[in-house]
Each structure stands twice: as C-alpha cells, then as structure tokens.
C-alpha cells in the first residue's frame, strides 16, 4: 500500500518529488519502506543510526501516525534519512507515556536521495487502528517546510495557524487488514493494557 506525500500541511503543492511510504506485511510487524528526497537541512542528529533518538521531529524526518479514533490512542512514528528512530505511544492528543521503544530501521542516503526501511512490531500499535496520517519535515529557520498526505483544506485555516501534527480530525480512514489481508487479527498488546 502506497502513499505520496504531494502537499504542505496547509494544502499547497509541495515543490520536489513527493516522499514515499510503502507499507506492507513485515515478520511480526508492519514493514515500512520510505524514499524520497534528502535536503540535509538540518543536519542529522548526533546519536548513532538505527537508534532511537529524542526529539527527533526538529530534524529531517518522515512520520507515520496511527489512530484509534474511539479511544484517542495512536502511535507516532518518526525516521530521520541519517538513520534514526523515534517511537511515541499516545493516550490522548499529545500525551506520550511511552517513548523510544527499539525497532529495526535502517536508512541510506544516494546523492539527493534517502530510503529508509523499518519494521514495526505488532505490540507498539494500539488497538482498533482505524485512522492514519503521514507527515514530512524538512529545512531550518524561515525554510523550515511541513508537509501531510492529508492536509488542513485551505478554507479551515486561520490567520496565524501553525502546522499541528496532532489535528486527529484530519486523518483518514484506515485498516491494517487492508494490507494484512481480512482474516488477520491484530495481536493483542500489554502496552496498551489500562488506557481508555
């Protein structure tokens, strides 16, 4: 299942080759292969690759956001072309009470180009996803660009609005058996085990 990041989050055109999210069956995970191109703006984080790294979203990254919309539980993931991670488990808009869980991902950079693959395990999703967004960051200063594959429509913006990753209104519709297959079942996840 393919997705192309072509607007900012304030629904202009994004002006560069869109990024590309591929998500697909993976072993015990969701498997997530992202292209795109690589500004290197800013420079990438000074922690290792294939590793976690806090913050990370004032880097380059790409992210993935899944959402149980009854329950306002959702995961949120971050990828940095030089390699990093970021896993945040969310009850609620914006609180996180579980960050930096491992994963594998590893990433490559060609010229004016990055890939990156991840898998993510079954246990970090919440229950019942039935939402999903996807979001790219790039630049520094004033060139600092967001950009969603569903955006904010330009006649739901304000004068001064900021981009928000967190609006959950604006996430479409989404099912992890559309690419598992009808018959799967979402393994069940002691992460999520006493939220609402």
């Known amino acids: 299942m393919q997705y192309l990041i072509q607007d900012t989050w304030d629904s202009d055109p994004v002006n560069h080759n869109p990024i590309i999210i591929d998500f697909s069956p993976g072993l015990g995970g969701l498997k997530i292969d992202i292209s795109g191109p690589f500004f290197n703006d800013p420079p990438g984080p000074d922690g290792p ?3 976690p790294f806090p913050q990370l979203w004032n ?7 899944f959402l149980d919309s009854t329950t306002v539980n959702y995961l ?3 990828f940095c072309p ?9 009850s609620g808009v914006g609180h996180a009470f579980v960050q930096q869980l491992p994963m594998v991902f590893n990433a490559s950079i060609q010229g004016d180009r990055w890939t990156g693959e991840g898998l993510v395990p079954w ?10 967004n996807s979001y790219a960051i ?17 006649d739901q913006i304000v004068e001064g609005q900021k981009p928000n990753f967190h609006r959950l209104e604006y996430f479409k519709d989404f099912r992890l ?3 598992m297959g009808e018959d799967w079942v979402q393994p069940p996840s002691s992460l999520w085990v006493g939220k609402p």
């Not at 030089?82 to 969310?90: A, F, K, M, S």
């Open 82 to 90: 030089h390699g990093q991670y970021l896993t945040l488990l969310l």
């Open 123 to 132: 246990a970090y999703f919440p229950p019942n996803v039935n939402k999903m």
């Open 59 to 65: 880097y380059e990254v790409v992210e993935c956001f």
């Open 138 to 154: 790039h630049g520094s200063g004033e060139k600092r660009t967001y950009e969603a594959l569903y955006p904010i429509p330009k």
């Open 76 to 78: 949120e993931l971050e």
């Open 177 to 179: 058996q559309s690419i």
């Open 49 to 51: 690759p294939s590793q």
